[in-house]
C-alpha cells in the first residue's frame, strides 16, 4: 500500500466515524444581505406634530405661562431646536433662553 493510498483510507475512514455537517455559518461580523428581516424590530413611524392651537387662544395675551415638562421641537416656525419649556395655555413647546426667546414673540405676533 503506498502512503498516498494509505492517506486517503485513514481520512475516509475518520470521516465515516465522526459525520459532522460542515458549518455553513461565517465567523466575524455579518453582512447587511445576511442580516434576516424578521429578526429585526420593526421601526415605529415618526408621528407628525398636533395641531396648532386656535389662533384665539394664542393671541389672547392673559393667563400664558412658562411651564417645565417633557423635551420636545420648538413650534416656532424657522426654529429646529429642542425645549421643555411649554405654554400653560396654548400646550406649544418654544424655546425660551439666553439667545432665543420665541416665548414672548410667538405670543406677541
Not at 493510498?5 to 466515524?17: G, P
Not at 442580516?35 to 389662533?55: F, V, Y
Not at 389672547?60 to 400653560?88: A, F, M, Q, V
Amino acid at each position: 500500500m503506498s502512503l498516498l493510498s494509505f492517506r486517503i483510507s485513514v481520512a475516509e475512514d475518520l470521516l465515516k466515524s465522526n459525520p459532522q455537517p460542515l458549518s455553513s455559518q461565517k465567523r466575524g461580523r455579518p453582512s447587511l444581505h445576511s442580516i434576516d428581516k424578521e429578526n429585526l424590530a420593526p421601526i415605529p413611524p415618526r408621528t407628525a406634530p398636533g395641531p396648532a392651537p386656535s389662533t384665539n387662544s394664542c393671541f389672547y395675551k392673559y393667563d400664558h405661562w412658562p411651564i417645565h415638562t417633557e423635551k420636545g421641537r420648538c413650534r416656532n416656525p424657522g426654529c429646529s431646536g429642542y425645549t421643555r419649556i411649554t405654554c400653560s395655555r396654548c400646550k406649544v413647546r418654544l424655546c425660551m433662553n439666553d439667545k432665543n426667546n420665541y416665548f414672548t414673540s410667538y405670543h406677541n405676533r
